[in-house]
């Protein structure tokens, strides 16, 4: 028992490796809240990261009801990053992490705001409704996604955010974390490459997401479409490719 504990202790400080540590106390549950050296406040996205994994599948199915039936844990999170928004200090990485996570966490408390939906289509306004108040701000999902994190030069954040739709890139199980973040967005843009339902793609020809319609200038910042696609594509694309666009399924994505 004794060297279970210790190999416990070990694991746990391998994966949150800061040297002061600040409990904020809820009424149910403490949540880590970690200081650096620099007394810098960072957050785990611990308890975000146990939702995930109790409510979404590893194919990106979501369990809305349980979301639904656990409104504490969902509430618990946005509040942690109510308190605790990004400043100057933080990294990129830091930022980034932290604002997928809460568009996604905040998507999902709008849809279950609204349960039972068949489609976010249905909700007046979706992305447009200003209902969290994050530090002294309140924010909606649009301007999340088009005031901050597309203006952080980091396309593949469209292949991690969720618009709880079917033909969404799929809804990770696992919390993104500023120490692994530049790993889970290629998995995550590789994912959603070789995904035959969101994407076709053969040599010379491509069936691909209307997402890259929307959001091409984000795309072709360094290249062409068919340069950034073959960065994470498995099959090679030719650059005369021919392409076309698959029709978006708003379907909720559970």
Same mark, same amino acid.
């Given at each position: 028992m004794k060297s279970l504990f210790i190999i416990s202790i070990v694991s746990f400080l391998c994966f949150f490796p800061y040297s002061k540590t600040v409990l904020s106390s809820t009424p149910q549950k403490q949540t880590l809240?970690? =200081?650096?050296?620099? +007394?810098?406040?960072?957050?785990? *996205?611990?308890?975000? *990261? +146990?939702?995930?994994?109790?409510? &979404?599948?590893? %194919?990106?199915? &979501?369990?809305?009801?349980?979301?639904?039936? %656990?409104?504490?844990?969902?509430? +618990?999170?946005i509040t942690i990053l109510a308190q605790n928004t990004p400043n100057t200090s933080w990294s990129k990485e830091e930022k980034l992490a932290y604002w997928i996570n809460a568009y996604n966490a905040l998507t999902i408390d709008l849809i279950?705001?609204?349960?039972? &939906?068949?489609?976010?289509?249905?909700?007046?306004?979706?992305? /447009?409704?200003?209902?969290? =108040?994050? /530090?002294? =701000?309140?924010y909606n999902l649009d301007e999340i996604e088009h005031q901050i994190l597309r203006k952080m030069n980091e396309p593949r954040i469209h292949f991690a955010i969720v618009c709880a739709s079917y033909?969404?890139?799929?809804?990770?199980?696992?919390a993104f974390t500023a120490q692994n973040i530049e790993t889970q967005l290629t998995i995550a843009s590789k994912e959603f490459l070789t995904d035959i339902n969101r994407n076709e793609i053969s =040599?010379?020809?491509?069936?691909?997401?209307? @997402?890259?319609?929307?959001?091409?200038k984000d795309f072709t910042k360094k290249g062409t479409? @068919?340069?950034?696609?073959?960065?994470?594509?498995?099959?090679? @694309?030719?650059?005369?490719?021919?392409?076309?666009?698959?029709?978006?399924?708003?379907?909720?994505?559970?």
């Open positions: 809240v970690y =200081k650096k050296d620099t +007394e810098k406040t960072f957050i785990t *996205h611990q308890l975000w *990261h +146990e939702l995930l994994q109790k409510y &979404v599948s590893k %194919n990106g199915n &979501v369990n809305y009801k349980g979301f639904n039936a %656990n409104k504490q844990k969902l509430q +618990e999170y279950t705001r609204n349960y039972p &939906v068949k489609s976010i289509k249905d909700i007046k306004k979706p992305w /447009g409704q200003r209902l969290w =108040k994050l /530090g002294d =701000k309140m033909s969404c890139p799929k809804l990770q199980n696992t =040599k010379n020809s491509i069936k691909i997401s209307k @997402i890259f319609d929307w959001f091409s479409l @068919i340069d950034f696609l073959n960065q994470y594509s498995e099959i090679k @694309i030719a650059p005369n490719a021919k392409k076309q666009y698959k029709d978006y399924n708003w379907a909720l994505n559970e």
